[in-house]
């Protein structure tokens, strides 16, 4: 093996972490990308990282109704220029400020004006977000489902990836379109994968891997194993109580796994 090759090698095994951006992407909507992100946001700023969630569902925004909260204004708003980013925060469980707490920029309630935003409007957005973000220790940004282009402009202007799947197929291809065209935009592009709902390891281990062998095949790319969250009953109950999980149920499996999955970002995922 020649010195180049070596290098190459340890590279490719070397843990990699996440950067402060991290976009919440998938293929088909409900794999839970936006109880994730709210799981994480929770998990970061417990290990006392000031953190900004955005919700950047632009067809179906509904973070600030899944946290009871009452925003001054969304993302819809920014937009328009009727508002800064700063003017929209809305505080969850306290605020950025506090350990468990986090700021949630809403997003467009109930329109999907935004779905259809043109690309310069989408740039100035993503451009605005980056700036909103250098306030913060952690930016989580729950994306809409899919390859629409103004998604994958976002999730491109992000410094990291976490594409949520479940061990159902659908999931898996939907997943897979979205990380193919991810990677034509952006061709250095890594996203993490995230197994969600998981009702045990081997169903999660055997849907990264069919996953990943995928990606491996068609694109020549294995995306990195980011962590497994488990399927918790306690995910809808605490969306229908309309706080964050671990607020009203604490050390529930879900929140474990997403403060593991916070520590392996920070720290660095290990190639599996
Ligand atoms: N780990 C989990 N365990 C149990 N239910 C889950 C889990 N993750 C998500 N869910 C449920 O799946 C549904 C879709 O989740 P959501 O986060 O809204 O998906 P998305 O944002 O991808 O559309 C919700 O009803 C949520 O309660
Ligand atoms: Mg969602």
Known sequence: MSALTAEAEQAARAPRRAGPVIAVASGKGGVGKTALTLALARAFSQRKARTLVV???????????????????????????????????????????????FDVIAGPSGSASLAGLDIG????????????????????IDLAAGAERANIRLA?????????????????????????????????????????????????????A???????????????????????????????????LDQRFPGTDAAKDASVLARALERGVEPG
């Open 156 to 208: 491109v202007a992000a410094d990291d990836v976490l594409v949520v799947i479940n061990d159902e197929p659908t999931s898996l291809t939907d997943a897979y379109a979205f990380v193919k065209t991810l990677r034509l935009r952006d061709e250095g592009a890594s996203p993490f994968v995230v197994v969600n709902n998981a009702p045990d390891k081997a169903a999660a281990q055997s849907a990264y």
């Open 210 to 244: 069919m996953f990943a062998r995928t990606c491996e095949s068609f694109l020549g790319f294995r995306p990195l194993l980011a962590g497994i969250i488990r399927r918790d009953p306690h995910v809808p109950g605490a969306i229908r109580a309309q706080t964050a």
């Open 55 to 101: 919700d950047a569902d632009l067809g179906m925004a509904n973070i600030d109704v899944q946290l009871g909260l009452n925003p001054p204004g969304d993302l819809g708003a920014v937009v328009a220029g009727r508002l800064t980013l700063a003017e929209a925060v809305a505080p969850a469980c306290g605020g950025s400020q506090k350990a468990g707490g």
């Open 121 to 140: 409007a989408v740039g100035r957005l993503a451009a605005g977000l980056a700036a909103a973000s250098m306030g913060y220790d952690r930016t989580l």
